[in-house]
């Protein structure tokens, strides 16, 4: 399965003006190797600019800390990650790189929300034991709820592409849990919904926004 997807920038720079940095999601790079893989990389970075198209254009501009959540020992705690900022010598645009398990705009990572997802829908564990065993009020769970049911619809169109489900079957959100949780591991699933839908699983920001105001890209391998 190829973890990268190709997004045209020329057909978004027909849509927007260019005057915004933007994001690059590296879909090889994670938590645990973000480090090696990209923040101490002083190689040529295998990145297409989404701003001017150019390949092979960005290097090393900066350096920004981002506070995260992540999920430690089945505990969820706080943390900070270096992200490594690029910029491009063809339009001097600069864009920040992202590990796959990091949901731009959101503090909390996929391993932190869909564990707490997995526990409500599929274990039954009510809100308050959630909020008592992770430390998480009652409005972060509920915000984790209200990002899946953002995602419903778009959700299931993946899972028929997939041909999990049928083209008029309707299904259940503890349904879709379970596909995911049974079948994709290490952000596959994640990788795929955006390689078919081009947009970050369970991003809210900008998601009702048409044309949407970002661009998400990755490394094209």
Partial sequence: METSAKVSASKYNNKFKLND??????FEANFNNYEEKILNNYKIFNYTCPVCGAKHSLSRHAKYKRYTCILYKNTICFDTIEILRLKCSSCGKTHAILPSNIIP????????????????????KSVLKLSDKFNLSFQTIYSFISKLNAFVKDFMYVLRVLLFIKNNESTS?????????????????????????????????????????????????
């Fill in 21 to 26: 940095n933007f994001m690059i999601i590296d």
């Fill in 105 to 124: 705009y959101c503090v909390y990572s996929y391993s932190c929300i869909f564990t707490v997802l997995f526990e409500h829908f599929l274990d039954k």
């Fill in 173 to 221: 959100i503890i349904y879709i849990l379970k596909i995911v949780k049974d079948t994709f591991k290490n952000n596959q699933f994640i990788i795929v919904f955006f390689n078919i839908t081009k947009w970050m699983f369970l991003m809210k920001k900008f998601l009702n926004t048409i044309p949407k105001p970002i661009w998400i890209g990755v490394c094209n391998t």
